[in-house]
């Protein structure tokens, strides 16, 4: 799978024409969990059975993924993988390192800086089409992930 994501972002780095928006973050945002699934000898369900598999991981991110701009509850999540709330919360902090509510709003940002990199969108626009309820939660989320608020960083995208 490291190798498959390798080629994949070395093929969009060689010809930019392969690009679709927010296609190379999720490339090297799936390239690094796996890296660090590699790195850590968690490519399979921990010994004790309290981490996720790769295949529920790659279910539920991929369910994460696809409904980044409507609420999503933890609940849903858990069903996914027929775990209860708690252990699904747990399972998924050991297996991918945040908690899946952190995990859903660090990929809502990145959902965001695409859009305000395009600058045909108004913030408020932006932060509902990423899945936030206002600008407000928009700002917040995001300066607390990239260190400046979306303002600042169309500002300096530009």
């Known amino acids: 799978m490291v190798r498959s994501s390798m080629l994949r972002l070395r ?16 490339l090297v945002v799936l390239l690094t969990f796996d890296l660090i699934r590699f790195a850590s000898g968690t490519e399979r369900r921990s ?31 858990a069903k996914l993988v027929d775990l209860t709330r708690f252990h699904f919360i747990r399972s998924f902090k050991q297996s991918v390192g945040v908690p899946p509510h952190q995990f859903m709003i660090q990929r809502r940002v990145e959902r965001a800086k695409e859009m305000l990199a395009e600058r045909n969108n108004s913030i408020a626009d932006v932060a509902v089409r990423s899945g936030f309820n206002s600008s407000i939660q928009l700002s917040r989320a995001f300066r607390r992930v990239v260190g400046v608020t979306p303002s600042e960083f169309r500002r300096s995208a530009g």
């Open 47 to 77: 010994a004790d059975g309290s981490g996720l598999s790769a295949n529920q991981i790659r279910l539920v991110t991929d369910y994460m993924e696809s409904h980044l701009n409507e609420k999503t509850t933890i609940s849903e999540l």
């Open 11 to 26: 093929a969009l780095l060689t010809d930019p024409a392969h690009d679709a928006p927010g296609y190379a973050e999720t």
